[in-house]
């Protein structure tokens, strides 16, 4: 989340006082002025926000996901693409250096140490994020907590152990839970307590599962599993005080047909719930670009959901989709009937309508995007208004509550203490608002799903419970930038390799009515038909195109079966993508950073 629209308000002096923080530290009268009272520092912690993604990247931080399907495999992972250190990014320390800069002299004694301290838990709060974004990314990396002039010789250190690393980035987030106020911002946008509480959540879950499922001989958490549970332990606790302390709940909205999707669409981020959002600004002309992005044909990456991950949705009463014999032949219009209903506030749909030019029309899955036909709506609006450029007007959630309850049940249940009550509160609690009945939403389970064993978890089998709560992770927190660092700390990257499929075409040369509303939408075909029917999209599946190519978009049995996207194009996922190379660039700055041992070759 960009905080441009407050860097707007700050005044022409103190900006000219703040651009010189990445520059040679001097004694200044504009510095002084900065430190000794609690408006210098509110306003200079102004600019440690610059950290958090902004909406348009959180809308696009699923693109690349083992749910998605999309345009282009992506080069990191994808065989044959030459990705190397050399197209490698994001070893840019120039963030922290301003957050050291404020802890270096955030220390005069004209302020009082409640101030002093907000502060330096803020400023504690972004270098704990920024290092959770580096080790995430990286691994071992340098822990640094000075200013560094460009004569430093610790400019050319080495990288520190991971353990060390995330050990001082805890001791920074427990210092920022401590002294950061828990006054609550209405809008959303700025950090307290309980937004450190929330993301100490996520950074102890992501830091405990890691080193359990990464201490293997030559793993990248090799002998640190032993402290797993210290870090899902920290996991629970923090959440257990969003959950008890926060005065957050579960948003329901206009009931369980709408609530969850309206928790995307608001203009206002939904207080109840959101924890920390990106938020848009008419008057400041600060939008973003979501509907463009996720209606294009040509603007985003046409990210759609794949077959094997909507089958993981049960049905409204509880029940698995994928029990049901005859799951792997429904047609699209059937298929999506009577399930979970985050699923019809998810994609396209049923009675999913927009407004065009004010007039309300259905809108089927349309092909000019989808790939695999489960096409997302989750952070769109309704109107095509917005759907060409930067428009929208709906503010962008980063940390909600919902995360924090699936962070609180899986910490438990990864250590063995997860109850009944604890799954009631959690699950149970997310899967009523989703319209699931009580009693089955609220029962724990007792017995594997044996697809989700087959396809998605098969270590997982005998654990029912670890295996509920990823599915429900999986669907609560769809599209919302999670997946990819789920699927790392599970040590599951194989996941990234599965074929992309949609859903199910029974035949050649006979259209589909995609919606149930009696009008056809789409016709998949090998030789297009001489005669075409208004309204119908015709999509060509044969082996080859014109001039020979070969088609990415094929049925799995040739003439009938689920559709399949760029099955030609070789992904392969292996152990060194677990992270990426440091940068040749920096490599060739301080050798001794050394390349990440996986990606040397």
């Known amino acids: 989340m960009r905080q441009k629209l407050i860097w707007v308000l700050i005044s022409g002096s103190m900006l000219a006082g703040c651009s010189k923080l990445d520059q040679v530290p001097e004694a200044t009268a504009t510095k002084e002025a900065i430190f000794s009272s609690e408006k210098g520092l509110e306003t200079y912690a102004y600019s440690f926000y610059d950290i958090l993604p902004d909406a348009n990247a959180i809308i696009r931080s699923d693109e690349m996901s083992d749910y998605g399907a999309r345009t282009q495999a992506p080069d990191f992972y994808r065989k044959g693409s030459g990705f190397t250190s050399r197209q490698s990014s994001g070893w840019d320390w120039r963030t922290l250096r301003n957050i050291n800069y404020f802890i270096e002299n955030c220390n005069s004694p004209k302020v009082t140490p409640e101030v002093k301290n907000h502060y330096l838990g803020l400023a504690r709060f972004f270098r704990a994020m920024f290092y959770f974004d580096k080790v995430k990314r990286f691994?071992?990396?340098?822990?640094?907590?000075?200013?560094?002039?460009?004569?430093?010789?610790?400019?050319?250190?080495?990288?520190?152990?991971?353990?060390?690393v995330m050990d001082s980035v805890?001791?920074?987030?427990?210092?920022?839970?401590?002294?950061?106020?828990?006054?609550?911002?209405?809008?959303?946008?700025?950090?307290?307590?309980?937004?450190a509480l929330a993301l100490k959540?996520?950074?102890?879950?992501?830091?405990?599962?890691?080193?359990?499922?990464?201490d293997y001989p030559g793993g990248l958490a090799q002998g640190l599993s032993s402290t797993a549970n210290t870090w899902l332990s920290e996991a629970e606790t923090a959440a257990a005080k969003v959950m008890k302390d926060g005065g957050y709940s579960l948003f329901t909205g206009d009931g369980p047909s709408k609530g969850y999707r309206q928790l995307f669409t608001s203009k206002?981020?939904?207080s109840a719930e959101i924890i920390l959002a990106s938020v848009v600004d008419p008057a400041l002309s600060v939008f973003n670009d979501a509907n463009w992005w996720w209606t294009s044909a040509t603007y985003g990456a046409r990210v759609s959901f794949t077959r094997t991950f909507v089958n993981t949705y049960l049905n409204i009463d509880g029940s698995r989709f994928t029990d049901n014999p005859n799951y792997k032949t429904m047609l699209f219009v059937d298929e999506v009937k009577g399930r979970d209903l985050r699923l019809q506030q998810s994609i396209r749909m049923g009675d999913y309508t927009r407004v065009n030019g004010g007039?309300?029309?259905?809108?089927?899955?349309?092909?000019?995007?989808t790939y695999t036909g489960y096409q997302p709506i989750k952070w769109c609006l309704d109107d095509t208004y917005y759907d060409g450029g930067s428009r929208n007007d709906n503010s962008i959630s980063y940390i909600r509550l919902a995360e924090v309850l699936l962070n609180y049940a899986e910490a438990k249940a990864e250590m063995g203490t997860l109850t009944a009550d604890d799954w009631v509160k959690t699950v149970g609690a997310l899967r009523k608002r989703a319209g699931i009945t009580a009693a089955a939403a609220d029962a724990?389970?007792?017995?594997?799903?044996?697809?989700?064993?087959?396809?998605?978890?098969?270590?997982?089998?005998?654990?029912?419970?670890?295996?509920?709560?990823?599915?429900?992770?999986?669907?609560?927190?769809?599209?919302?930038?999670?997946?990819?660092?789920?699927?790392?700390?599970?040590?599951?990257?194989?996941?990234?390799?599965?074929?992309?499929?949609g859903f199910y075409v029974p035949a050649l040369d006979v259209p589909m009515d995609l919606n149930g509303d009696g009008k056809m939408d789409v016709l998949f075909y090998k030789v297009k038909p001489a005669t075409t029917i208004a309204g119908v999209?015709?999509?060509?599946?044969?082996?080859?195109?014109?001039?020979?190519?070969?088609?990415?978009?094929?049925?799995?049995?040739?003439?009938?079966?689920?559709?399949?996207?760029?099955?030609?194009?070789?992904?392969?996922?292996?152990?060194k993508h677990y992270l990426y190379p440091?940068?040749?660039?920096?490599?060739?700055?301080?050798?001794?950073?050394?390349?990440?041992?996986?990606w040397k070759n």
Not at 176 to 183: E, S
Request: aromatic share 10%; hydrophobic share 35%.
């Open 139 to 164: 691994g071992d990396v340098p822990w640094i907590t000075k200013t560094m002039t460009v004569d430093d010789p610790a400019l050319f250190n080495s990288r520190d152990a991971r353990a060390k």
């Open 170 to 195: 805890l001791v920074d987030i427990n210092f920022a839970v401590a002294n950061l106020r828990t006054t609550d911002d209405k809008t959303r946008s700025l950090v307290n307590r309980y937004v």
């Open 201 to 214: 959540s996520r950074i102890c879950l992501f830091e405990g599962t890691f080193r359990k499922y990464h």
């Open 268 to 270: 206002a981020p939904v």
């Open 359 to 369: 007039k309300v029309e259905a809108a089927p899955p349309v092909f000019s995007y």
């Open 444 to 501: 724990l389970p007792t017995t594997d799903d044996p697809y989700l064993v087959a396809n998605y978890y098969p270590e997982l089998a005998g654990k029912p419970v670890l295996l509920e709560l990823r599915r429900e992770r999986g669907i609560e927190l769809s599209l919302e930038g999670l997946r990819f660092y789920d699927i790392v700390r599970w040590h599951h990257g194989e996941l990234m390799n599965v074929a992309w499929k």
């Open 537 to 575: 999209t015709y999509i060509n599946v044969a082996e080859t195109l014109t001039g020979g190519t070969k088609n990415p978009q094929r049925l799995s049995n040739d003439t009938f079966g689920e559709l399949t996207w760029l099955t030609n194009v070789e992904r392969g996922w292996e152990e």
């Open 582 to 598: 440091i940068p040749e660039a920096d490599l060739q700055m301080n050798p001794k950073l050394e390349q990440n041992k996986l």
